[in-house]
């Protein structure tokens, strides 16, 4: 018995392959590469906020003893990214085996006494527009474009595409809403997250069907609302629509993330793996 588990288990190692991990040093990102880690992967750690990488892959040095990369670089940036292609090569001396479309921008407005939210359509500013959908969005495809060619001309590769609940179902607002507060000083979850995570989607439908030839799979991850120090009145309200009751926990997805990244799920491309607590079936 412990032979054939050992067996199955094989497909879930890396052996050594090089996944790069946008927003790595974010809350989930570091998750996503602590996933790497575990199953024998190198995590490629790229920020934009170089400390916060740096911190990242030194956890993962300490945690699991593992070797790790990390890069400062602004996914909205080409020049840029092409250009930590050629460090990658040059210091890992190869090229990426995968690649977790991870970074995004968690947007944050100024709640002023007085004033109406700017997170309200009616007010949403287009400079925040383009920033956000530059970096979740436009940062995606290039990083994509970039890294996913240099696996396509190698016929091997796995891109996974990290969208959300709410790529797959509208924001319900009510979550947001404060009590004696007007209907038109409510802050909302802005319109950007949904464009973004549904797209998110849709860019991976694309990438799997055009690569599909050259050995290169794509996939999206739904992940729900992860636990973060929320207050107890937005939990209360997020679980009563949750059917397993609760948020869920940073590392829920690791497991996910290793089954999406290795032959494990070698016959799958172009797909969305949901992972809610059932929120979306309500």
């Given at each position: 018995?412990?032979?054939?588990?050992?067996?199955?288990?094989?497909?879930?190692?890396?052996?050594?392959?090089l996944?790069?991990?946008?927003?790595?040093?974010?809350?989930?990102?570091?998750?996503?590469?602590?996933?790497?880690?575990?199953?024998?992967?190198?995590?490629?750690?790229?920020?934009?906020a170089?400390t916060?990488a740096?911190?990242?892959?030194?956890?993962l040095?300490?945690?699991y003893?593992?070797?790790?990369?990390?890069?400062k670089?602004d996914?909205?940036?080409?020049?840029?990214?092409?250009?930590?292609?050629?460090?990658?090569?040059?210091?890992?001396?190869?090229?990426?085996?995968?690649?977790?479309?991870?970074?995004?921008?968690d947007?944050?407005?100024d709640?002023?006494?007085?004033?109406?939210?700017?997170?309200?359509?009616?007010?949403?500013?287009?400079?925040?527009?383009?920033?956000?959908?530059?970096?979740s969005?436009?940062g995606?495809?290039?990083?994509?474009k970039?890294?996913?060619?240099?696996?396509?001309?190698?016929?091997?590769?796995?891109?996974?595409?990290?969208?959300?609940?709410?790529g797959?179902i509208?924001?319900?607002?009510?979550?947001?809403?404060?009590?004696?507060?007007?209907?038109?000083?409510?802050?909302?979850?802005?319109v950007?997250?949904?464009?973004?995570?549904?797209?998110?989607?849709?860019?991976?439908?694309?990438?799997a069907?055009?690569?599909?030839?050259?050995?290169?799979?794509?996939?999206?991850?739904?992940?729900?609302?992860?636990?973060?120090?929320?207050?107890?009145?937005?939990?209360?309200k997020l679980?009563?629509?949750?059917?397993?009751?609760?948020?869920?926990?940073s590392?829920?997805?690791?497991?996910?993330?290793?089954?999406?990244?290795?032959?494990?799920?070698?016959?799958?491309?172009g797909?969305?793996?949901i992972?809610?607590?059932?929120?979306?079936?309500?």
């Amino acid at each position: 018995m412990a032979e054939k588990i050992s067996m199955a288990l094989e497909k879930f190692t890396l052996n050594n392959e090089l996944v790069l991990i946008t927003g790595g040093g974010g809350f989930l990102g570091r998750q996503h590469a602590a996933a790497i880690a575990e199953i024998g992967g190198v995590p490629v750690i790229l920020d934009i906020a170089k400390t916060r990488a740096a911190e990242t892959a030194t956890y993962l040095k300490k945690v699991y003893t593992t070797e790790a990369f990390y890069y400062k670089v602004d996914i909205t940036d080409e020049e840029a990214l092409n250009r930590v292609l050629g460090e990658i090569k040059r210091d890992a001396g190869r090229i990426p085996y995968g690649l977790i479309n991870n970074a995004g921008i968690d947007p944050k407005f100024d709640q002023d006494s007085g004033k109406t939210p700017k997170s309200r359509l009616e007010n949403f500013p287009l400079e925040q527009w383009n920033k956000e959908i530059s970096v979740s969005l436009t940062g995606a495809f290039l990083c994509s474009k970039i890294f996913g060619t240099e696996m396509a001309k190698a016929n091997r590769g796995i891109i996974v595409n990290i969208s959300s609940d709410l790529g797959i179902i509208a924001p319900d607002q009510r979550i947001y809403k404060k009590e004696g507060i007007p209907a038109d000083m409510q802050d909302v979850k802005p319109v950007t997250y949904s464009v973004i995570k549904h797209g998110i989607i849709g860019l991976t439908k694309y990438l799997a069907t055009y690569w599909a030839n050259c050995g290169v799979r794509c996939n999206t991850l739904v992940p729900g609302g992860v636990f973060n120090n929320h207050s107890d009145e937005f939990i209360k309200k997020l679980t009563s629509r949750i059917p397993l009751g609760r948020m869920a926990h940073s590392d829920e997805y690791k497991s996910a993330i290793q089954f999406l990244v290795s032959d494990a799920s070698s016959y799958m491309t172009g797909q969305t793996l949901i992972l809610d607590g059932g929120r979306s079936i309500w």
